[in-house]
């Protein structure tokens, strides 16, 4: 079976992780310091806070802007439960918005769904292609949204609009006219779970860059204490000679990351650009290539003037089929041996999003998109022998569905 999405696990992590083992300190300390030093620099934001998942990332900021019952957070129909979770544990409402052909929220599916109750949108720049970010940047700027706004927290009155909180769990080192995921808006979330581009096996990191109003490093050195019980000193602070007395400011979270997750993190970074994403690219575009062919496919767009993927997901579609006759497809290329996915069952089909009132019509992009979507395995040690072997099952598994 080929698998569909296996970290790279290789001898250089292995040996990196033995060394944080033996090193005397496991938990956050000197290592996850370096990994979000490493983070900024890479991102070309303002500053990092390393923390255990990317939805606590997403969480955690959420909380720190003051979002609470009452308020309304806008995010794509088209994405995975964590953006849309986090939005319920606040006890705010998520509105979702549709997407567009690229499978990213559409700009005016979100100014539609603007009200006086808007705090937040969380774009999501789904298989790794960055959304609108200039024309989302421009919105929440614009006179009539400005007035609007009803800041309902200090920070919400220091920012004066609507926050924009992206989820680049897809696509850390994606670009966008010129510019990397991190530095393109407020602030910016990265996952680094097990199937994500870059993996500390679970782990996240929050992008800080936000205006001048804003003392991002402050910020995130109060985030630190935040993302741990409130307390002013973590571990690694309080193990030092006479550092013992620490006190607790606020009922923070458990939400930081430990130097095992930051050391797998460093050694993947320093390749990410030169290796992983390369790779990447190619498979993307050895699938492209050998799809084009046919009348029955739709290939994604991964590469534009101004945006160029980070080569996470790869969203064939399956022209001119039926839901049913998609899931026929798949199951038939399971069947030879490959294991495929649809990212992501939307929102509106899911049972707790059900009962809360959305359904599925009022979201055609969406439907559109999910019920002829297939994603084809990517990961750096799929060999051209393996994407023959997926490309052999695709073409042979949608001949037999479409005559
Ligand atoms: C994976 C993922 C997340 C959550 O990341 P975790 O690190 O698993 O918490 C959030 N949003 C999207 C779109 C994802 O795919």
């Known amino acids: 079976m ?42 070309g934001h303002k500053d990092t806070l390393c923390v255990s998942s990317g939805s606590a990332g997403l969480e955690l ?46 700009v005016k599916g979100i100014e539609k769904a603007i009200t006086n109750r808007t705090k937040v949108i969380m774009p999501v720049d789904l298989g790794g292609f960055p959304c609108d970010y200039d024309e989302i940047n421009h919105l929440v700027n614009r006179k009539e949204i400005l007035e609007k706004f009803n800041p309902g ?23 966008y006219k010129n510019k990397k995921t991190g530095c393109l808006t407020d602030i ?36 630190k204490v935040k993302s741990l019980h409130g307390q002013t000193k973590d571990a690694f602070s309080k193990a030092q000679i006479g550092g013992w007395r620490y006190d607790i400011i606020e009922p923070g979270y458990k939400f930081n990351m430990t130097d095992i997750q930051a050391s797998m993190g460093l050694v993947e970074l320093e390749r990410y650009d030169s290796d992983m994403l390369v790779r ?12 084009e062919r046919y009348n029955w496919a739709q290939i994604p767009v991964y590469e534009t003037q101004f945006k160029k993927s980070s080569f996470h997901a790869y969203l064939l579609r399956i022209k ?44 055609p992009q969406t439907y559109n998109n999910y019920s002829h979507e297939i994603s084809l395995p990517v990961y750096y040690d799929l060999s051209d022998d393996n994407l023959n072997q997926v490309i052999d099952a695709v073409v042979r598994s949608v001949g037999e569905v479409k005559r």
């Open 2 to 43: 080929i698998p569909f999405s296996p970290p790279r696990m290789d001898q250089k992590i292995i040996d990196e992780v033995i060394a944080t083992l033996k090193s005397g300190w496991i938990t956050t300390g000197p290592k996850v310091k370096k990994f979000e030093s490493a983070l900024t620099n890479y991102g």
């Open 61 to 106: 900021m959420l909380r720190w802007f003051g979002v609470k019952e009452g308020d309304e957070v806008i995010l794509p129909a088209y994405t995975y439960t964590a953006t849309a979770n986090v939005v319920v544990h606040c006890g705010a409402r998520p509105v979702f918005a549709d997407i567009e052909d690229d499978f990213n929220i559409s």
């Open 153 to 175: 927290s200090e920070e919400q009155k220091k920012l004066g609009r609507i926050l924009i909180l992206a989820d680049a769990a897809h696509s850390i080192g994606a670009v």
């Open 188 to 223: 910016t979330v990265y996952s680094f779970h097990a199937v994500k581009n870059l993996t500390t096996a679970e782990g996240g990191a929050v992008c800080l860059n936000l205006p001048e109003q804003f003392n991002n490093s402050t910020i995130q050195q109060y985030l």
């Open 280 to 291: 990447r690219k190619e498979i993307f575009d050895i699938y492209s290539k050998a799809f």
């Open 320 to 363: 001119a089929v039926s839901e049913e006759e998609r899931d026929i497809i798949i199951q038939k290329i399971y069947e030879r041996g490959v294991s495929v996915n649809v990212h992501f069952i939307p929102l509106p089909m899911m049972t707790y999003y059900k009962s809360l009132g959305y359904k599925m019509e009022d979201f």
